[in-house]
């Protein structure tokens, strides 16, 4: 019986952005985001990645896809995604995999959504389409510039501006996927071929990356556009000034400082703690205060660190969980290294952007009022 595909053309060489594959869009690597909107769809039954690049091979292995290694000619600037989506099926067919449909998905849209792959894949194996794609529908009026220059209309009259109410809408393909049957492709050699259908997706998904400006958009929008419910970690790292306090401190006459903590976040963190849990705070900086507060909430607490990011990969080694189930929040600069090796980074609504931009999370509430809290309350422990 042949098997529906969903096949993620993943090169190393971006000129654009690069190793824009794996820069991340919510916390979350893009080829990963891909792999997992392809593996959400129910009607999908292999998910596979073709790549020339060592790192891109090992996030999408770790994200639960098949790894096809793409050989050099057909992974530079002049090569076609149909000609690494043939190779990808020809691998495939050798391995004694017979693909029926395919379901080509584009890591560059970060926002791909599952149910209208599944939908795209449920048309085309019902004989409705030989190929559909991912689209959104506008009204906008378009023009092209001329040779001399000159604007010129191209899907209206220039003399006439009819309402939007009374105008032919027009679709916008994304980029995000292309589904298609198998053979007829093999045969025309492009994704447009036979009877080509178009599903509709949400606007506020259409976005494609191709320069650090989509980048920086994208990033901004997650939150927004697909912020979870709830958050699945074993494990909660803190930064302290600033996620604990509300980043000011009182300095008494003799240099001593105090600073103001939410027992709402206490609370947090001896729930965490009776669920067996691990915690840690992470500090930049030395100060009693925070070891005295590590203390009386009995979590870890590593304190004059400059390298972030080493401190808690060996923390977390030390516990025994990955890093890829281990929340980090945080609310300044200095928390990005580590918030881009963890599987959820976090911030606080007070965060700075840069750190907003990088998080897979916004919590709604600041530094010191209650964030530590907030996060233990979405934690999902299945």
Same mark, same amino acid.
């Given at each position: 019986?042949?098997?529906?595909?969903?096949?993620?053309?993943?090169?190393?060489?971006?000129?654009?952005?690069?190793?824009?594959?794996?820069?991340?869009?919510?916390?979350?690597?893009?080829?990963?985001?891909?792999?997992?909107?392809?593996?959400?769809?129910?009607?999908?039954?292999?998910?596979?990645?073709?790549?020339?690049?060592?790192?891109?091979?090992?996030?999408?292995?770790?994200?639960?896809?098949?790894?096809?290694?793409?050989?050099?000619?057909?992974?530079?600037?002049?090569?076609?995604?149909?000609?690494?989506?043939?190779?990808?099926?020809?691998?495939?067919?050798?391995?004694?995999?017979?693909?029926?449909?395919?379901?080509?998905?584009?890591?560059?849209?970060?926002?791909?959504?599952?149910?209208?792959?599944?939908?795209?894949?449920?048309?085309?194996?019902?004989?409705?389409?030989?190929?559909?794609?991912?689209?959104?529908?506008?009204?906008?009026?378009?023009?092209?510039?001329?040779?001399?220059?000159?604007?010129?209309?191209?899907?209206?009259?220039?003399?006439?501006?009819?309402?939007?109410?009374?105008?032919?809408?027009?679709?916008?393909?994304?980029?995000?996927?292309?589904?298609?049957?198998?053979?007829?492709?093999?045969?025309?050699?492009?994704?447009?071929?036979?009877?080509?259908?178009?599903?509709?997706?949400?606007?506020?998904?259409?976005?494609?990356?191709?320069?650090?400006?989509?980048? @920086? #958009? &994208?990033?901004? =929008?997650?939150?927004? +556009?697909?912020?979870?419910?709830?958050?699945? /970690?074993? *494990?909660?790292?803190?930064?302290?000034?600033?996620?604990?306090?509300?980043?000011?401190?009182?300095?008494?006459?003799?240099?001593?400082?105090?600073?103001?903590?939410?027992?709402?976040?206490?609370?947090?963190?001896?729930?965490?703690?009776?669920?067996?849990?691990?915690?840690?705070?992470?500090?930049?900086?030395?100060?009693?205060?925070?070891? @005295? #507060? &590590?203390?009386? =909430?009995?979590?870890? +607490?590593?304190?004059?660190?400059?390298?972030? /990011?080493? *401190?808690?990969?060996?923390?977390?080694?030390a516990v025994g969980v990955a890093l890829d189930d281990v929340a980090y929040l945080g609310n300044d600069i200095n928390d990005l290294s580590a918030m881009a090796l963890v599987g959820w980074p976090i911030a606080v609504a007070d965060a700075h952007p840069a750190v907003r931009a990088q998080a897979r999370v916004v919590l709604a509430r600041p530094g010191g009022s209650g964030a530590v809290r907030e996060l233990v309350d979405r934690l999902s422990t299945d």
């Amino acid at each position: 019986m042949s098997v529906v595909a969903a096949i993620i053309p993943a090169r190393g060489g971006s000129k654009g952005v690069p190793g824009k594959n794996l820069r991340r869009v919510g916390g979350v690597p893009l080829i990963t985001r891909a792999v997992r909107a392809a593996q959400a769809a129910s009607n999908v039954d292999l998910v596979v990645v073709t790549t020339d690049d060592d790192a891109i091979a090992t996030v999408a292995a770790d994200a639960g896809a098949r790894v096809i290694r793409r050989p050099a000619h057909l992974a530079g600037d002049t090569a076609s995604s149909e000609s690494a989506v043939l190779h990808a099926l020809e691998t495939l067919a050798a391995h004694g995999i017979d693909v029926g449909i395919v379901a080509f998905l584009q890591a560059t849209s970060p926002f791909i959504p599952s149910e209208r792959v599944q939908d795209a894949v449920a048309a085309v194996r019902a004989g409705r389409y030989d190929s559909i794609f991912s689209a959104h529908e506008t009204y906008g009026f378009l023009w092209r510039r001329g040779d001399d220059g000159i604007a010129e209309p191209i899907n209206h009259a220039a003399s006439h501006r009819p309402r939007r109410q009374d105008r032919e809408p027009h679709y916008l393909e994304t980029g995000a996927f292309y589904v298609f049957d198998a053979a007829g492709f093999r045969t025309a050699g492009h994704r447009f071929f036979g009877r080509v259908g178009i599903v509709e997706v949400p606007e506020r998904t259409a976005i494609e990356i191709d320069d650090v400006e989509q980048l @920086a #958009r &994208a990033s901004a =929008l997650a939150p927004l +556009v697909e912020e979870p419910a709830r958050i699945s /970690a074993r *494990a909660v790292v803190t930064d302290f000034d600033g996620v604990h306090t509300d980043d000011t401190a009182l300095v008494d006459q003799d240099g001593r400082e105090l600073v103001r903590v939410s027992r709402s976040d206490g609370m947090g963190v001896g729930i965490l703690r009776r669920g067996g849990i691990p915690v840690l705070i992470l500090s930049t900086e030395t100060n009693p205060v925070v070891a @005295a #507060r &590590a203390a009386k =909430l009995r979590a870890d +607490v590593r304190q004059g660190v400059d390298d972030k /990011a080493s *401190a808690l990969r060996a923390w977390a080694s030390a516990v025994g969980v990955a890093l890829d189930d281990v929340a980090y929040l945080g609310n300044d600069i200095n928390d990005l290294s580590a918030m881009a090796l963890v599987g959820w980074p976090i911030a606080v609504a007070d965060a700075h952007p840069a750190v907003r931009a990088q998080a897979r999370v916004v919590l709604a509430r600041p530094g010191g009022s209650g964030a530590v809290r907030e996060l233990v309350d979405r934690l999902s422990t299945d």
